[in-house]
């Protein structure tokens, strides 16, 4: 097509987005699909590129539109986009009237893609600040009676199935700035009632009106509308919902389904590269089966979710799920299954597939061997946990060795897909299960007699633990470093890792430390991350770290000697005194929490010994990599992470995939920036601790306002009253009387934000929502009651701010 200044906004559709920008397409599909949108053009960043307005083109566009009041709004080409939506980011001017005000305000829509808050937005999304460039839309004016926003999906909760409409009476803007207590609409199918300012007619013809257009779309809506004094409804603006969490996958069962997050439990809630989540998903689900439980794991933006529908309807084991989930999961697992156990729509189905015999064969065949692994540890602890460190040892020697005989890509790629990392599993696995247990069980032999925080005293100071023992070795290696002191503190950690490998540092000990451990990393059990041993820079992060404590009493291996002796005296004292008012239990909770002390600390030994066949295969396929980069089918040898197995396959078959990796590395650096990650999901998108969030009781004392941008968040309050003299450190929790678009660089570093005004849809929560901080809203008199440095604990889902009073 080519370049024009001027384009009728009845002739934008989508794929013009780098002539008309993300508002203008997005208006365009709307007229292409008979929505009623008001009429008006749309100024091209052709345009834009001359660095000046094409006046007499403008004026002639306007005055065939017939003059009078018209909407300029920006439309970048970075604007309305699936991953940002830059809700208020850039300039609108509405009832602007005439030609020169017209002028004035096209020039200032286009300045504004460089002020500090869409600068700051670009940013926090990692777009590209060169590449963006500006059209303008104008349109005419709709005279409105009353206008606002409709959500085709519950922005709050996640679920698909809901709508949220939030409106005023006049032209909208208060709605979407934030500078209203907007009516507030849940569109669930239900009827409503002549409340607020819409009437049951409006509201459901909004409603067509979202699912007209989110089927048009494929994916949920963030729509402007407004209506006219004759009662005509009109469509300003739509655009993606740029913060829900992806959808699990759809399945042909009709009931709803729970999906449990399983990456938290090995301390991910990064995205999974796609080579390493292939892997990961295989491992997993082999490790329940083994134990007698079938969840499917699956993908659900990058991260690992087990569905656990049929453990939750089956009679049977949903009795047991609560307490398993205490084991690994922790209580915000707890809390969502206990919810869910009361959810009708999980009611229990006899017979259901859980308890067939093909689920219960693996439990049946294992019971005999993990009863009598787990005796023999507890009877002879040490024993035990001998013959773990000497089959990691066997494990880690096989490793080493390396697979003989791989010459070809081809047959590398089937060394990775036939991985063994199988051994004497009873010897690893058993005394490891018998640590948890006897960690687990004493807090229920010694209710009333011991609080928690004993329990977790007597707990500490763990011996025999892996990390630990590499932690403390790594300490070891920082005092080693002392007179290096000032280089190790003030060069950037790659330019370290770089002088590493390229032998010019002082020797301070690391090759042994890597030798040891150099098969470890952050997010670890995703094959797609680089170890310590290719990449030694967050090695040199942490040493810095440790070099910056000054206290000797601080130091590591003294706090953890300090924590043994504490453990082992205050285990004394509490038998002493389980045995005398409770005898029996008394004795049994002395016997586990003694076999813990030799046990528990053994938890971390399996992951660690599965990490060295891990590292074997990452070093294969990056050989792979490096084959396929070297033929142009990628880019760099480590994009083969961003494949799978077969895609990888389909590589060496000659497909290039650098395009396919190239959009993957984007969305992965996308998934990366969410701080926000689900422990459940239901099917239909519903994020189920908003929902036990919002059903909570307000605490004593608590402010309420209205959630309107889920998660917690506690820290000093900063109370502002004017973005632009403002100063938010990172982790204080904002405290406005409202925000628009101008307050949102302080978003970056806040923790949180709390409003006495706004609509959970207006311009402020939605891009805290983007930017991941909980938000409350509509507080009565919160920059009053609230004080700048009082401690505060905001619920962005149940819409409560804590006021830590005196403390």
């Known amino acids: 097509m080519p370049e024009v200044n001027v384009i009728p906004l009845a002739a934008t559709s989508a794929g013009m987005t780098e002539l008309v920008g993300g508002k203008a397409t997005g208006l365009g599909e709307l007229i292409r699909i008979g929505e009623r949108v008001p009429d008006g053009f749309c100024l091209t960043t052709a345009a834009y590129d001359l660095g000046e307005v094409p006046e007499a083109e403008v004026v002639a566009a306007y005055r065939a539109l017939g003059g009078g009041p018209v909407a300029v709004r920006s439309s970048a080409t970075a604007e309305d986009l699936p991953q940002a939506s830059f809700a208020g980011q850039q300039e609108s001017f509405l009832g602007v009237t005439g030609a020169d005000e017209l002028l004035d305000a096209v020039a200032k829509c286009w300045g504004s893609l460089h002020s500090v808050r869409a600068v700051a937005y670009r940013d926090a999304n990692e777009i590209d600040q060169g590449a963006v460039r500006m059209a303008v839309v104008v349109q005419r004016m709709v005279d409105a009676t009353v206008a606002g926003v409709l959500f085709t999906a519950n922005p709050l909760t996640g679920r698909r199935t809901e709508m949220v409409v939030d409106a005023a009476p006049g032209p909208g803007t208060a709605v979407v700035d934030g500078t209203v207590a907007a009516d507030h609409y849940l569109l669930d199918g239900a009827g409503h009632d002549d409340r607020g300012c819409l009437t049951p007619t409006q509201l459901a013809e909004l409603r067509a009106a979202g699912e007209r257009i989110q089927a048009h779309f494929g994916h949920p809506q963030d729509i402007e509308w407004a209506y006219d004094a004759d009662g005509v409804l009109w469509l300003l603006q739509s655009r993606p919902i740029t913060t829900l969490f992806p959808l699990p996958p759809e399945t042909d069962r009709p009931q709803p389904r729970l999906y449990l997050e399983f990456g938290h439990v090995q301390g991910m809630l990064a995205p999974v590269t796609p080579m390493g989540m292939s892997t990961l998903k295989a491992t997993i689900a082999g490790m329940l089966a083994s134990f007698g439980i079938r969840a499917e794991i699956v993908d659900v933006g990058g991260r690992l979710y087990g569905d656990l529908t049929d453990l939750v309807r089956h009679p049977t084991t949903r009795k047991r799920l609560v307490k398993l989930m205490a084991v690994d999961f922790g209580p915000r697992a707890q809390a969502v299954v206990e919810h869910i156990l009361s959810d009708p729509r999980f009611a229990p189905v006899p017979g259901g597939r859980a308890g067939t015999a093909h689920a219960l064969g693996p439990a049946l065949r294992t019971a005999p061997r993990a009863a009598a692994g787990i005796v023999a540890a507890l009877a002879r602890p040490e024993r035990a946990r001998i013959r773990l460190f000497e089959e990691i040892d066997r494990l880690r020697e096989r490793a080493a060795a390396g697979p003989a005989g791989l010459r070809t890509a081809g047959q590398r790629l089937d060394f990775v897909e036939a991985q063994d990392v199988s051994t004497r599993y009873d010897r690893i696995v058993w005394p490891i299960v018998a640590g948890m247990l006897t960690a687990a069980l004493p807090a229920g032999l010694l209710r009333g007699i011991a609080s928690q925080s004993e329990i977790h005293t007597v707990l500490a100071g763990m011996p ?52 040891t451990y150099g098969h470890r990393a952050a997010a670890e059990v995703d094959l797609g991350m680089p170890r ?53 239990r008394g004795r049994i909770a002395g016997f586990l929490l003694r076999r813990a002390r030799l046990l528990a600390g053994l938890r971390e030994a399996g992951k660690f010994a599965g990490l060295y066949p891990l590292r074997e295969s990452r070093r294969q396929l990056l050989l792979v990599g490096a084959e396929l980069a070297d033929d142009g089918r990628l880019a760099q040898a480590d994009d083969i992470m961003f494949l799978t197995l077969a895609e990888a396959r389909a590589a060496l078959a000659g497909t290039d995939q650098r395009d396919l990796v190239a959009a993957r590395r984007a969305e992965y650096r996308r998934e990366r920036r969410r701080r926000h990650v689900p422990v459940a999901l239901l099917s239909d998108g519903t994020d189920v601790e908003a929902l036990l969030a919002a059903g909570r009781p307000t605490p004593a004392g608590a402010l309420r306002g209205v959630g309107a941008a889920p998660g917690t968040a506690t820290g000093p309050a900063r109370v502002v009253r004017d973005p632009a003299t403002a100063h938010v450190e990172p982790g204080e929790i904002l405290v406005a009387p409202t925000t628009d678009p101008g307050w949102t660089p302080l978003f970056l570093t806040a923790a949180g934000l709390v409003t006495e005004t706004g609509a959970p849809m207006a311009h402020g929560p939605t891009v805290a929502r983007e930017y991941g901080i909980p938000a409350v809203i509509c507080v009565p008199g919160a920059t009053e009651t609230i004080s700048s440095g009082q401690l505060v604990t905001i619920d962005g889902a149940a819409g409560t701010v804590t006021v830590h009073r005196g403390e």
């Open 464 to 515: 025999h633990n892996v990390t630990i023992e590499m932690d403390l070795a790594l300490w070891r290696v920082a005092a080693r470093a002392a007179t290096h002191r000032e280089l190790l503190l003030t060069t950037p950690p790659d330019d370290l890792a770089a002088r590493y490998r390229a032998g010019t540092l002082p020797d301070i000990g690391l090759a042994a430390f890597l030798d």
């Open 532 to 584: 310590w041993a290719e990449d030694p820079a967050p090695v040199f992060a942490a040493i810095a770290n440790y070099l910056r404590v000054t206290d000797p009493e601080q130091a590591p291996d003294r706090r953890f000697a300090r924590a043994a002796a504490q453990a082992e005296t205050h285990l004394d004292e509490l038998v002493r005194r389980a045995r005398r008012q409770r005898p029996v």
